[in-house]
C-alpha cells in the first residue's frame, strides 16, 4: 500500500486547463494530490469541503483576478499558503502579493524541477504565515531587509565573545530586542539579563541603582541594597539610553568598563563585576562627547562593537512582515486585518518616526477598533496623510513662524501621547521634558490627557 501520510492537497486555479494540467502532472508525479478548478468562483467552497495544503493560482482569469480570489480567499478566513505562477509580473504587482501574504512568486515559464523545489519549500513551513513571510529571523526579532540580515548575522557571530556592544538606532528600532538576543545566544544565556534604563531613573539614585548601597550612605538608604551590576553575576546588563547619565557617574562607568570593579555607595570594599555591558542609545554619542557632554574615553570603551539599526522608514520590506507579525498577538489566530490599496500606500509613504513601536500600536488599535474590516486610509490616523511636520520635512509656507511651532507642537505632544498609549509620564519622559510641564502644554492644545488616546478619524 502507498503511504498517503505525506500526501499534500493542492489546489490549482486557472482558467487556461492545459495550463492545470500540466501543472497537476508535475506535482502528482511528486505523489502530491493535486486538484484543479478553471472558476475561481468555486474556490472558496472547494476550500470548505476539504482541507488543502497548498493553492497555486495566477494573476488573470476572465472571471476573477487573482489578487480577488486572494481577497476572497483570505476574506473567508482561509490561512491556506498561497503561490502565484504569472506572465504578467510587474514590481507593483509583487508588492501587492507581498501586501496580501503570498508565500511565493513565481513567473512563466515555470520549470517542473524550479516548481517542484518551490512547492516543497512553501509546504515544508509548516508554521504560522508570519514564518512564511519572514526571510530573516534571530531571537524574537523577523525581518526581511538585507540590512538588518546583516545585523542578525553579526549578532550571531559576536553573541558568544565578551566584547561590549553598543547599539544605535532611532525610538523604537528594536534595540533592546537585539541586546536581548544577544543574551540569549550567548553562553551567558543561563544568567541574569539585568535592564537599566538610565533615562527613567532620576540621576541622584542612579548610582546606587548600578552599584548598590549601604546602609545609612545617605538619606534614605536605610538598608544595604544590592545594585544591578551585583545581580547580574556573570550575565548581561543591558544599559539603556546610556547617553542620558550624568558626567560623574560616566566617570565610575568608566572604571568598571576599564578595571571590572566598583564599590556600593558608601561602602569601601571593592567589588568585582563579571557582567557583559551592552548599551543602547538614540544619541549621537561621537557629537556628545565632542561636545564635552559625554566623556570620550567612555564612549570609547563602549564602542568596541556598535551595531546600528536602520530606521522602519528605510526598510519598507519589513512593513507587511511585521504589520502580519503585530496582528497575530493581538488578534484570535486564524484571524486578519486587511488593508485597502490606499491605506497600505499611506503607511508606506508615512516616515514612522517611532518606528516598529509605533507600528505595533497602530495594528494593536486596529486589531481592536476594525477586527475583520477592511482597513481603508480612514481609519489611519490624521498625522499619517500630513506628511511634514513630523517626518522631518520644512514647515509649510503658508504659515506663521508661531503657527507652524504652534502647529508642530501639538503633534509632537499628540505622537507622543499615541506611541505611549496615552500614558503621561511616559510620553513626558519620551519628550525629554517635565511631567507637569508635558502635561500643561497638551492641556492648553487641547489634548485628551485622561483617557488613553484612540485613533483619529
Ligand atoms: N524586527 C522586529 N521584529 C519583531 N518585533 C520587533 C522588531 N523590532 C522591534 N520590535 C518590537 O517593537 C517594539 C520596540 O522595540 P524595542 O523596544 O526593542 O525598541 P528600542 O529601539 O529599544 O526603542 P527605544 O529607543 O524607544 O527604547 C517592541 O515591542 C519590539 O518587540
Ligand atoms: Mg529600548
Request: proline letters at 5%; charged letters at 30%; a positive charge.
Amino acid at each position: 500500500m502507498t503511504d498517503f501520510s505525506d500526501k499534500k492537497n493542492i489546489l490549482i486555479v486557472d482558467d487556461i486547463p492545459a495550463f492545470c494540467r500540466q501543472l497537476r502532472q508535475m506535482l502528482n508525479r511528486e505523489t502530491h494530490a493535486a486538484r484543479v478548478c478553471t472558476d475561481p468562483a468555486k474556490v472558496p467552497a472547494m476550500l470548505e469541503k476539504r482541507p488543502y495544503h497548498l493553492v497555486i493560482t495566477t494573476l488573470v482569469m476572465k472571471k476573477m483576478a487573482g489578487f480577488d480570489l486572494i481577497r476572497k480567499i483570505r476574506g473567508s478566513g482561509h490561512s491556506v499558503p498561497i503561490m502565484l505562477i504569472t506572465g504578467h509580473g510587474s514590481r507593483e504587482s509583487a508588492i501587492e502579493a507581498q501586501r496580501l501574504g503570498v508565500s511565493d512568486y513565481l513567473y512563466k515559464p515555470v520549470a517542473p524541477r524550479e516548481l517542484i523545489a518551490r512547492v516543497e519549500k512553501v509546504l515544508g513551513q509548516n508554521g504560522s504565515e508570519v514564518e512564511r513571510m519572514a526571510s530573516f529571523k534571530l531571537d524574537k526579532l523577523v525581518s526581511n531587509d538585507p540590512a538588518m540580515k546583516s545585523i542578525f548575522d553579526m549578532v550571531e557571530a559576536i553573541a558568544i565573545s565578551n566584547s561590549r556592544v553598543l547599539i544605535l538606532g532611532e525610538t523604537g528600532t528594536g534595540k533592546q530586542l537585539i541586546a536581548q538576543a544577544i543574551h540569549s545566544l550567548s553562553p551567558r544565556k543561563n544568567e541574569p539579563f539585568i535592564e537599566i534604563n538610565c533615562a527613567a531613573i532620576p540621576g541622584n539614585l542612579l548610582e546606587s541603582e548600578f552599584f548598590g548601597h549601604e546602609r545609612g550612605s545617605f538619606t534614605g538608604a536605610v538598608d544595604q541594597r544590592i545594585g544591578r551590576f551585583e545581580e547580574a553575576g556573570g550575565g548581561t546588563i543591558f544599559l539603556d539610553e546610556i547617553g542620558e547619565i550624568d558626567y560623574a557617574l560616566q566617570a565610575k562607568l568608566l572604571r568598571v568598563l576599564e578595571d571590572g570593579v566598583f564599590s556600593r555607595v558608601g561602602g569601601s570594599r571593592m567589588l568585582r563585576s563579571r557582567a557583559r555591558v551592552i548599551a543602547a542609545t538614540n544619541r549621537d554619542l561621537r557629537v556628545a562627547s565632542q561636545k564635552g557632554d559625554f566623556r570620550a574615553d567612555l564612549f570609547y570603551r563602549l564602542h568596541v562593537i556598535s551595531l546600528r539599526l536602520p530606521p522602519l522608514r528605510d526598510r519598507l520590506a519589513d512593513l507587511p512582515l511585521l504589520t502580519r507579525y503585530f496582528q497575530d498577538k493581538y488578534l484570535p489566530p486564524g484571524h486578519h486585518l486587511e488593508f485597502s490599496q490606499g491605506a497600505f500606500k499611506v503607511m508606506r509613504d508615512y516616515g514612522w518616526p517611532g518606528n516598529v513601536r509605533e507600528l505595533e500600536h497602530l495594528v494593536e488599535r486596529l486589531c481592536v477598533m476594525h477586527p475583520g474590516k477592511l482597513v481603508r486610509e480612514e481609519e489611519l490616523p490624521d498625522y499619517f496623510r500630513q506628511p511634514g511636520s513630523l517626518s522631518g520635512q520644512s514647515a509649510p509656507e503658508h504659515l506663521s513662524f508661531r503657527e507652524a511651532v504652534n502647529d508642530f507642537e501639538k503633534r509632537y505632544l499628540e505622537k507622543a501621547l499615541d506611541l505611549h498609549h496615552g500614558n503621561m509620564a511616559a510620553a513626558a519622559r519620551h519628550a525629554r521634558m517635565d511631567r507637569a510641564q508635558f502635561f500643561r502644554l497638551a492641556r492648553r492644545h487641547g489634548l485628551d490627557t485622561k483617557r488613553p488616546r484612540r485613533a483619529a478619524g
